[in-house]
C-alpha cells in the first residue's frame, strides 16, 4: 500500500467496503513512521498505545456499520501545541518538557467524537514562532521533497508528516502563515479558516488575536472534511463566533463558476524566486482556461504588513509567554532540566532568570523582549498603536476588494503563498528579517482575520524531487465555502 496517495476519503471508502480494518492501517502507518521518520523527523511522540485502542474501536463501529462520519478511523498527526489529554505537549520549547495535558483542546474533542485516530504530536518552531521548524528545541524536521531543505513551519512536523505519507491529514496552527507556508513548501493543503470559526481552546496561545488552529491535508476535499469536524461555536474561546454565522462547505458547483478572481497587483511587486512565478502563473492560466474572470485588484497596505505584525506579535507574544515560568505547566521533580545544574536558586527573580533564561530558545527571547519593549511606557503609541493602525488599514483593503457593491468587488483572492520554494536548512537562521519576509503573503489575512487556503499548483511526486509551488485562495470572512469549492474545482480539472 501506498501511504502518499491515502486521502481521508479513499481510506474511509476502503473501511466501509471492509478492504482493510482500521487497526491494519494504523500498524502500518506505524510501520511506515518507525521506517520513515528518522530522516525527516516529523513527530516528537508518538501515541502508539492510544491509537490502536481507538483504531479496535473504530473497527468495532464499522463491524456494526454504525459509522456515520468520515473522520472515523483515520490516521491524523497533531501539532504539539494543540492540547490532548494525557499525552505530553511541548511546543517544541524545553520549559513544557515535561508537560502533560490535563484536557482535550475543543478541537481534539470534536475529532475525539468522530472516533479519528491520532497518530502522535508534530514538531514545530518553539511556540510556533518561525517560518522553517529550525526553532524547535528538540530537533529539526526535513522536507520529504528533498532532506536538505526545510519543511517550512512552524507547523512543518504537520506538512511533512502528510506529505510524506506519514498521517492523512494533521492539524497545525496559523498565526500568520504557519498553516499555509509549510504546506505550500511541502507540496499539500493547508487551510487557515475565519477567524473565530475554529476554537482555539486548548491551544498554547502566542498572540492571540491572530492564532487559528488549521487543516493540512493532501486535497482540498479532505481540507474541507476536516475543517467541517472542527467548526464552530464555542464558549469556551471568547472569539468564536456563532453557529448560525458559520457557512456551510458544500457549494454548488454552478455558484462556484460564477465567482469572480481579483488578483492583488501588489503581490507581483515583490520579488518572487523564478519557479515560483512561473507556477503562480501556470496556475492562473488554468483558472483562465476554466473560465473563471480574473480582475487586478489593489491592497495598497500590505507591503507594511510584515513589519506591523513583529511590532503586535511579540507584544502579545511577551503577555502569553510570562505564564511560563518553569514551576507551572511542568513536573516538579523535573524542575533540575530548566536550572541551571546543582545551582542553588535564592530567591523567585533568580528563579525566573534561571529557568526561563534555559527553558526558552533564542527566538521566544527575542520575540519576549522585543514585545516588552514596544509596549513599555513612552513606546506603546510610536510603536503598537501604529502597528495597530496598519492593521486596520489592511483590513480595510480587504473589506474594499470584497465589496460586491462597487463595481471592481471581487469573491475571491488568488496569491502565492511564499516567494520562494523549500530553502536549505540553515539559510535563514542567522538573519531573522529574511525568515520574517517569508510571511509577506500571509500575514494579511491573518490581520484581517478572513479565510485562506494553501494549495499546490500541481499534484508533485515525491520521486520525481521537485520542489512545489503554492498559491493561495482568499476569501470573505465565513465564506470557506467560496475558497474550498474553487479549490476542489481546480484539484478536480
Ligand atoms: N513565521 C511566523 C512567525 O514566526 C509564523 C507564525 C505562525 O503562523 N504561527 O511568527
Given at each position: 500500500m501506498d501511504t502518499h496517495t491515502l486521502t481521508i476519503h479513499s481510506l474511509s471508502q476502503g473501511f466501509r467496503e471492509k478492504k482493510f480494518s482500521v487497526t491494519e492501517i494504523t500498524k502500518y502507518f506505524f510501520e511506515e513512521i518507525q521506517k520513515k521518520d528518522k530522516d525527516i523527523?516529523?513527530?516528537?511522540?508518538?501515541?502508539n498505545e492510544e491509537a490502536l485502542v481507538e483504531a479496535k474501536y473504530a473497527d468495532g463501529l464499522f463491524h456494526e456499520n454504525k459509522v456515520t462520519s468520515l473522520l472515523t478511523g483515520i490516521p491524523l498527526a497533531i501539532k504539539d501545541n494543540i492540547l490532548i489529554e494525557g499525552i505530553k505537549t511541548t511546543a517544541a520549547s524545553k520549559i513544557l518538557e515535561q508537560y502533560t495535558a490535563s484536557y482535550d483542546a475543543t478541537v481534539i474533542k470534536k475529532l475525539k467524537d468522530e472516533h479519528a485516530v491520532f497518530l502522535g504530536k508534530t514538531n514545530l518552531d518553539?511556540?510556533?514562532?518561525?517560518?522553517?521548524?529550525?526553532?524547535?528545541?528538540?530537533h529539526i524536521t526535513k522536507n520529504?521533497?528533498?532532506?536538505?531543505r526545510v519543511p517550512g513551519g512552524s507547523s512543518g512536523g504537520s506538512a511533512a508528516a502528510v506529505s510524506a505519507g506519514l498521517a492523512v491529514g494533521a492539524l497545525g496552527s496559523d498565526t500568520a502563515g504557519s498553516v499555509r507556508q509549510p504546506a505550500a513548501l511541502c507540496g499539500v493543503v493547508g487551510l487557515k479558516p475565519t477567524?473565530?470559526?475554529?476554537?482555539?481552546?486548548g491551544l498554547i496561545a502566542m498572540a492571540s488575536s491572530f492564532d487559528h488552529v488549521g487543516p493540512i491535508t493532501k486535497t482540498v476535499e479532505d481540507a474541507a472534511i476536516l475543517y467541517d469536524a472542527i467548526k464552530g461555536h464555542d464558549p469556551?474561546?471568547?472569539t468564536s463566533i456563532s453557529e448560525e454565522q458559520l457557512s456551510t462547505t458544500h457549494p454548488d458547483p454552478h455558484y462556484i463558476k460564477k465567482l469572480v478572481i481579483g488578483i492583488?497587483?501588489?503581490?507581483?511587486?515583490f520579488e518572487l524566486e523564478k519557479e515560483v512565478k512561473e507556477g503562480i502563473e501556470r496556475a492562473m492560466e488554468k483558472f483562465k482556461r476554466l473560465g473563471f474572470v480574473l480582475k487586478e485588484i489593489s491592497?495598497?497596505?500590505?507591503?507594511?504588513s510584515v513589519p506591523a505584525y513583529y511590532i503586535i506579535t511579540p507584544a502579545e507574544v511577551s503577555a502569553n509567554l510570562a505564564?511560563?515560568?518553569?514551576?507551572?505547566?511542568?513536573?516538579i521533580q523535573n524542575l533540575k532540566s530548566v536550572r541551571a545544574d546543582g545551582h542553588q536558586i535564592l530567591n523567585l527573580k533568580e528563579l525566573y532568570e534561571k529557568n526561563r533564561g534555559t527553558g526558552f530558545g533564542s527566538e521566544a527571547k527575542r520575540r519576549i523582549l522585543l514585545g516588552t519593549f514596544v509596549l513599555s511606557a513612552g513606546y506603546y503609541d510610536a510603536y503598537y498603536g501604529k502597528a495597530k493602525k496598519i492593521q486596520e488599514c489592511i483590513a480595510e483593503d480587504f473589506d474594499k476588494a470584497f465589496d460586491?457593491?462597487?463595481?471592481?468587488?471581487?469573491?475571491v483572492m488568488f496569491m502565492p503563498?511564499?516567494?520562494?520554494r523549500a530553502f536549505k536548512i540553515g539559510e535563514k537562521t542567522e538573519n531573522p528579517v529574511s525568515m520574517y519576509l517569508s510571511d509577506i503573503f500571509t500575514v494579511p489575512m491573518n490581520f484581517a482575520g478572513v479565510p485562506a487556503l494553501s494549495l499546490p499548483v500541481e499534484r508533485y511526486?515525491?520521486?520525481?524531487?521537485e520542489l512545489p509551488v503554492g498559491f493561495q485562495l482568499v476569501g470573505k470572512k465565513m465564506h470557506e465555502r467560496d475558497i474550498l469549492g474553487l479549490g476542489m474545482y481546480y484539484e478536480r480539472n
Open positions: 523527523g516529523a513527530y516528537l511522540s508518538l501515541m518553539e511556540f510556533a514562532m518561525g517560518s522553517s521548524t529550525e526553532n524547535s528545541a528538540f520529504p521533497h528533498d532532506f536538505t477567524y473565530g470559526s475554529v476554537s482555539r481552546f469556551f474561546d471568547a492583488p497587483k501588489e503581490c507581483f511587486e491592497l495598497p497596505h500590505i507591503k507594511y505564564r511560563f515560568d518553569g514551576i507551572r505547566y511542568g513536573n460586491n457593491k462597487t463595481e471592481n468587488g471581487v469573491d503563498t511564499t516567494p520562494t511526486d515525491l520521486k520525481k524531487k
